[in-house]
């Protein structure tokens, strides 16, 4: 009885599963990205992912982790930073939007199925390598291959050139490399990792491509902007990453003016340190007039901070 009753329970979840297997792709359909990302107004690539612009990207590099964090933080978004990363290029900067893959524990018969999929849709080669043929000048590969260590190298440095012309970026992996001698050989590859091992991907699956995945305490979706300085990486959502970029921006300049009149003696720390009278105001909107040719921020982005100003 008990038998028959488990039998007539596991046949509609057989159907369901087999639903689920029919239907499984490796990407969302267009109209899905579009709704997982409601807040992005700006130009998306043709499966929906959203492009922030190129001007924004170039000018997160001289952006700080805090104070990318700090605007994500007053926005709500309390979960984008993770640490404890192995930097292939100490001291230089990572930024790109992002091209997410979800790797995964293999089971043979959803391998199977995802390769035949995959074959459908005109995909070449080894599943390891098809996020790699997706990417865009300006992406940054991140994909989550669970930690694993021994077997557990998604890329070695053939693959890794193939990212570096595609993408002009290195990768995020919550993961390992192989060959890494030869990454490290390959110019701009700034690469954050959890390690390397000399063994290459084996019992591994491919699950999904520009879809959701976790990185650390981080929920990552395609388009976010990443920015990863020494052993930190964070994730911005696109339809903040201009708002990251322009507070950023008037932080570095308050900070270079600041330090500039400390060194001259012209305020006291404490002055610097606090909330800035009139008279501060008033002179640090003449210093950036007078040094505006020669200031790491865009010159029309200094004028429109300028005509914000009654001074």
């Given at each position: 009885?008990?038998?028959?009753?488990?039998?007539?329970?596991?046949?509609?979840?057989?159907?369901?599963?087999?639903?689920?297997?029919?239907?499984?792709?490796?990407?969302?359909?267009?109209?899905?990205?579009?709704?997982?990302?409601?807040?992005?107004?700006?130009?998306?690539?043709?499966?929906?992912?959203?492009?922030?612009?190129?001007?924004?990207?170039?000018?997160?590099?001289?952006?700080?982790?805090?104070?990318?964090?700090?605007?994500?933080?007053?926005?709500?978004?309390?979960?984008?930073?993770?640490?404890?990363?192995?930097?292939?290029?100490?001291?230089?900067?990572?930024?790109?939007?992002?091209?997410?893959?979800?790797?995964?524990?293999?089971?043979?018969?959803?391998?199977?199925?995802?390769?035949?999929?995959?074959?459908?849709?005109?995909?070449?080669?080894?599943?390891?390598?098809?996020?790699?043929?997706?990417?865009?000048?300006?992406?940054?590969?991140?994909?989550?291959?669970?930690?694993?260590?021994?077997?557990?190298?998604?890329?070695?440095?053939?693959?890794?050139?193939?990212?570096?012309?595609?993408?002009?970026?290195?990768?995020?992996?919550?993961?390992?490399?192989?060959?890494?001698?030869?990454?490290?050989?390959?110019?701009?590859?700034?690469?954050?990792?959890?390690?390397?091992?000399?063994?290459?991907?084996?019992?591994?699956?491919?699950?999904?491509?520009?879809?959701?995945?976790?990185?650390?305490?981080?929920?990552?979706?395609?388009?976010?902007?990443?920015?990863?300085?020494?052993d930190g990486v964070i994730f911005i959502p696109p339809h903040l990453a201009e708002k990251v970029v322009k507070t950023g921006e008037l932080i570095l300049l308050r900070?270079?003016?600041?330090?500039?009149?400390?060194?001259?003696?012209?305020?006291?720390?404490?002055?610097?340190?606090?909330?800035?009278?009139?008279?501060?105001?008033?002179?640090?909107?003449?210093?950036?007039?007078?040094?505006?040719?020669?200031?790491?921020?865009?010159?029309?982005?200094?004028?429109?901070?300028?005509?914000?100003?009654?001074?």
């Amino acid at each position: 009885m008990e038998s028959s009753r488990i039998k007539l329970l596991f046949i509609p979840f057989f159907f369901v599963l087999c639903s689920f297997l029919h239907a499984q792709s490796l990407t969302m359909e267009r109209e899905e990205m579009i709704g997982l990302t409601p807040d992005w107004e700006g130009e998306r690539y043709p499966d929906g992912r959203p492009k922030v612009p190129d001007d924004i990207l170039k000018r997160m590099k001289q952006i700080s982790l805090e104070q990318a964090w700090s605007v994500l933080r007053g926005a709500g978004y309390s979960q984008q930073y993770e640490t404890d990363w192995e930097n292939i290029y100490p001291g230089e900067v990572l930024v790109g939007r992002v091209l997410t893959a979800q790797y995964m524990p293999l089971r043979p018969e959803i391998r199977k199925h995802l390769e035949e999929k995959g074959a459908e849709e005109g995909r070449i080669g080894d599943m390891v390598s098809w996020p790699i043929d997706m990417l865009e000048n300006g992406d940054v590969y991140v994909a989550d291959s669970y930690g694993k260590v021994e077997d557990g190298p998604i890329i070695g440095d053939n693959l890794a050139t193939s990212i570096a012309a595609k993408s002009g970026n290195g990768v995020v992996f919550n993961g390992t490399v192989r060959d890494l001698d030869g990454l490290m050989e390959i110019p701009g590859f700034t690469s954050f990792i959890r390690g390397s091992h000399p063994s290459y991907q084996q019992q591994m699956m491919l699950t999904g491509i520009n879809i959701p995945i976790r990185i650390g305490p981080v929920t990552v979706m395609p388009g976010d902007v990443v920015l990863g300085k020494l052993d930190g990486v964070i994730f911005i959502p696109p339809h903040l990453a201009e708002k990251v970029v322009k507070t950023g921006e008037l932080i570095l300049l308050r900070d270079r003016f600041g330090h500039q009149r400390l060194r001259e003696g012209k305020y006291t720390p404490g002055q610097i340190d606090a909330r800035w009278n009139d008279e501060i105001e008033r002179d640090f909107s003449q210093w950036m007039e007078a040094n505006m040719d020669d200031l790491p921020v865009p010159k029309e982005e200094i004028q429109e901070l300028l005509k914000t100003r009654t001074w």
